[in-house]
């Protein structure tokens, strides 16, 4: 008997490493690997993300203003000015889905009209939550301090993708 309670411990142990497996995509990136399963989380892994940040990055400066958790929910604006222009925006949310986080966002052009087809977005699903880091697939959002974050993302094409970091300071 005490065998197959053995043989049961191993196997679910198995099925979970499986169900949460990732590999690495660069320094600061996981992905989640192919038939894996996003971690169980809540908001309460990225609360702390709530406020106003501003960095520098791709020769300008970056805003994001994230709200508090609200029905499930977290959803920043994003801005990107270089020379007084705004050259892009995002829209982007953080939700409780299936017992996890996934990550979505949609671009916009200095106009507003959006990059992705109407109905689309880009997906990030859960990868990974540590104390400081949470990782979505190619997107971590790592806590630097109260006032200090550091989001990396990996960007590209099939040609050539790599990982771009954006640091950001507290708006007071």
């Known amino acids: 008997m005490k065998r197959i309670y053995l043989a049961v411990f191993i196997g679910l142990t198995l099925c979970q490493v499986h169900l949460f497996s990732q ?21 309460k892994s990225v609360v702390w993300l709530e406020g106003h940040w501003r960095g520098e990055a791709f020769g300008g400066i970056a805003e994001e203003i994230w709200s508090p958790p609200l029905c499930g929910s977290m959803m920043c604006a994003f801005k990107l000015v270089v020379d007084k222009k705004v050259k892009f925006y995002e829209l982007v949310t953080i939700v409780e889905e299936s017992g996890s986080l996934i990550l979505r966002l ?3 052009h200095g106009d507003l009209k959006g990059w992705e087809e109407k109905n689309e977005t880009v997906d990030f699903p859960l990868v990974k939550v540590e104390e400081s880091r949470v990782y979505f697939d190619g997107f971590t959002i790592e806590r630097i301090s109260d006032n200090e974050i550091n989001m ?21």
């Open 23 to 43: 590999s690495k995509l660069s320094d600061n990136t996981l992905t989640l690997n192919e038939n894996s399963s996003s971690p169980q989380a809540n908001l």
């Open 106 to 108: 949609k671009h916009f």
């Open 152 to 172: 990396y993302v990996m960007i590209g094409d099939d040609d050539k993708i790599e990982e771009i970091k954006f640091n950001y300071k507290k708006v007071t």
